[in-house]
């Protein structure tokens, strides 16, 4: 459920659902058998992105995964079309059963963005993490694993062919991957778009409050300071004030805040529907 934790003149404080990106083609936990076949991917580029064989189960950092179908996987090269790029992999927490509950990873998957993306506003990009898990076929071999996916989101939610790596791909800025929304970012209906699309609002940038699991959401003091620093950022990014734009931050649930998605998104919102940047 969204709420509302502050409401000002102007520019407001909000929470909204930590976002997901559908999985289209590759197999959930609970899906047929998909035993991916493997060929050569390429490796990040990003310096600060997972290091490239090391992981558990059938992917590493830095592949790149196509679907063939709706449950046939299948590792590629980066250049070729695929949906998403593996982040990471790990073990799934001891004690796991089938099929594997991935909300208890999801914080650790989202909080590879900013590392494999190389900014720390991977948060207000189109680029969303997905977690991954064996199906169960997979599973009654003994794996036990789970890959972090990286994927782009799309005007319907559903994820975009890429072809190329996207490791370090924000390192000069969000750029192309802006995340715009045609709406207010808690009005519905609300898609996201490429800002080259008609919108009302653009992420300009993330705020992170330190990712520690079990943190409280922020209150009173705390989300005042996030609305001023939103303030800040949004103005350097317009190149001042500007009649009919205001500021609007959004936040995770508090339930994804306590998993350790702590951050706040700062958004540029217009009055009224833009097709083209916002900023400068």
Do not use: N
């Not at 936990?29 to 059938?58: L, T």
């Not at 789970?146 to 072809?163: F, H, I």
Request: charged letters at 20%; a neutral charge; glycine letters at 12%.
């Amino acid at each position: 459920m969204e709420v509302s934790l502050v409401r000002r003149p102007q520019r407001s404080v909000v929470v909204a659902l930590a976002f997901g990106l559908a999985l289209v083609g590759a197999g959930c936990s609970g899906e047929p058998d998909a035993r991916p076949s493997r060929s050569a991917s390429a490796s990040p580029s990003a310096s600060s992105a997972s290091s490239p064989g090391v992981g558990v189960g059938p992917y590493r950092a830095g592949d790149c995964l196509a679907a063939d179908g709706r449950y046939e996987v299948r590792t590629v090269e980066c250049g070729r079309p695929h949906l998403y790029e593996v982040m990471r992999s790990a073990a799934l927490p001891s004690g796991a059963t089938y099929p594997p509950d991935l909300t208890t990873v999801e914080a650790a998957c989202e909080r590879q963005l900013p590392g494999y993306l190389g900014s720390p506003d991977a948060y207000a990009s189109r680029l969303t993490a997905r977690e991954y898990g064996p199906t169960r076929a997979q599973w009654d071999r003994g794996e036990r694993w789970y890959a972090c996916l990286l994927g782009e989101r799309g005007p319907d939610d559903s994820a975009v062919d890429q072809t190329a790596s996207l490791a370090g791909v924000l390192e000069g800025g969000l750029g192309a991957y802006r995340k715009c929304l045609t709406a207010a970012p808690l009005d519905e209906p609300s898609r996201t778009v490429p800002c080259t699309e008609p919108h009302r609002s653009e992420a300009v940038s993330a705020i992170d409050f330190g990712g520690r699991p079990g943190a409280v959401p922020p209150q009173d003091a705390s989300v005042r300071g996030a609305v001023d620093r939103c303030d800040q950022v949004v103005r350097r990014y317009l190149g001042g004030t500007r009649p009919g734009v205001r500021t609007s931050a959004t936040a995770a649930s508090a339930e994804a805040w306590q998993r350790g998605l702590t951050m706040v998104v700062c958004y540029a919102v217009s009055d009224r529907t833009v097709r083209g940047p916002l900023g400068r």
